[in-house]
């Protein structure tokens, strides 16, 4: 096929740049638009993507461009708008960041807007690409943990960086089963004033409608990955059945234990490599309605909804059922209770990563 898709994207830091060139590298989009309210920024982007629209309103630049896929990357504060402006410019996909929304009143808007317009859209959910991540899904597949009964993710990167990642790939490792309720525990408010608004911990069981139970822990009391020295990658995402269990690392390779033996093997999460194939993949669902993009929004606002009824669970106490019928700020929930209460990190680089937040920080020595 020869025909190329054309591409707006918004906010040219760094996940935007890594969109921005992973389109460009790939003969089946033009990148023909660029934005960014930094003009500094914006310059340096366009020297590396010559021949571009370039711009600080994204209105005016989608307009310009009426691109195929309008891509933004912005930080989490903005998204219903930016969802707006793309549906406005006639684009047939809007590929945008994780999280999804801060809370569930603007997640439920955006997607009445994707509905009601019937524009396609993903979310870069990408570190499921990686060879290590597919390898455990592997095996899964084939049966060799027999049956699995249970998931789990943890990171030591607060919730609105990372707890949407670990639930997209729990989901994914349980095949993408529906999630029924969820019960839930916060602790520590200094987080709540980040760009990526969160409690300083946050973990909690999630059971699915098959039967799988999900077990997800994310921020300062979550525990240490010891194999993985960067500390924003200490993660850890698996399943376990009844002949076994398999695990990733995000940077640390996999390992599995089954009724064979051990085995273990490679593998790093790698911008590079991994935007390749998220990105090739958005072509392929443009040809094709059919092949839906592994990472398509209704999936990632399933994981999202998870993530906002934890944050109630942790607020209002109990189980919270899924899906969600009614709108919140869960942030703002979460503020009213969680100010003043402090966090217990389970490690010294924790605390000093939390460290920010000293006041809501007790219990660990460096
Ligand atoms: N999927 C991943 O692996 C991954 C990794 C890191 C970050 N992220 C997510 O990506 C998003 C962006 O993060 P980042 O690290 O690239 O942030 P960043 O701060 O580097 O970039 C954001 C850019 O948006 C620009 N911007 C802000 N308002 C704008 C507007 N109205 N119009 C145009 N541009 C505007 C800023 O000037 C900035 O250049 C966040 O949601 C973050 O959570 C995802």
Redesign the pocket.
Known sequence: MNHKYRVVV???????MHHALAFHANNRFEVDGI????PI?LDAAAAKLPDCVKG?D?LQVASTVKPDVFCF????N?RSEMIRIGIQSGARLIAF???VALNSREGMKIRKMLAASGVKAVV????RYGEHYRKVREIIDSGALGRVHTVYGTATAWM??NLS?LIDYMRWYNGTAEACWVMGQAAGGGKLSDS?PSPDYIAGFIQFANNVRGVVECGAGAPDVPEVDYWWRKCRIGAQGTGGFAEVLTAGGWRAVTKTGATSGGGCMN?DLDMSPYIQEIADWLDDARKVHPCNFESAYAGFEITMALCRSAVDGGQVALPLTDAADEIEMLRACLVDRKVLPSTPANAREYAGTAANVVGVSS
């Open positions: 918004v906010g040219m830091g760094k996940r935007g934005c960014d309210i930094d920024r600080t994204a990357c912005t930080l989490p903005l960041e994780k999280p870069s959910h990408q570190h609105m960086h990642h990526h911008y």
